[in-house]
């Protein structure tokens, strides 16, 4: 039995695609799928799993994307260094706009994380319900990114009937510039 030339040349051809997409496609999609694996099998570990269930991963992606989706649709804002003063004033200012009595701020250190910092803040006054709610509703409904941590609402046994002290602990978060990262 004799090759023919083009019969090898056929066979060489051949021989080069197989090549090139074993090197240009499978390899590559197979070497990243090791490496997704890995970090799966990594993350099951220190999660505390035994096994994964590779089944629940496709639910879990469209629950992760969809939660994204709805934080980039939020209107709320992660102000930076610069938009500290304007928030601590615009706290005050809505305190002041309430009619509360012995209002006091206080600023607790900063807690620094990687990509953004949290300022707890301590408010303490004394006023009518109705002047503490709508002040509640006014800083959560803010378009700065604020958590309210603790609310203590009480009446001071000198105080008219319908006075309240409120003691408010909140975290506001922002963006540290470059320079200012500690």
């Not at 066979?11 to 799966?40: C, D, S, Y």
Request: aromatic fraction near 6%; proline fraction near 6%; glycine fraction near 4%.
């Amino acid at each position: 039995m004799r090759i023919e030339k083009d019969q090898k040349r056929m066979a060489l051809i051949l021989a080069g695609m197989a090549l090139v997409f074993t090197a240009g496609f499978w390899l590559p999609q197979h070497l990243r799928e090791e490496k997704l694996n890995k970090i799966i099998t990594g993350v099951a570990e220190s999660a505390g799993l035994e096994t994964v269930d590779l089944r629940r991963l496709p639910p879990l992606i469209k629950e992760v994307n969809a939660l994204t989706k709805e934080l980039e649709a939020q209107t709320r804002f992660v102000p930076e260094d610069a938009q500290l003063a304007p928030l601590l004033k615009s706290i005050s200012g809505e305190l002041s706009a309430r009619a509360v009595r012995d209002a006091e701020t206080q600023t607790l250190p900063v807690v620094a994380g990687a990509r953004y910092c949290v300022l707890p803040v301590s408010l303490r006054f004394q006023g009518s319900f109705p002047a503490a709610y709508h002040f509640l509703s006014t800083i959560e409904s803010s378009r700065r990114l604020v958590w309210v941590t603790r609310l203590e609402m009480t009446r001071p046994a000198e105080a008219s009937a319908q006075d309240v002290s409120v003691v408010v602990e909140l975290c506001s978060f922002y963006s540290p510039t470059e320079e200012s990262r500690p």
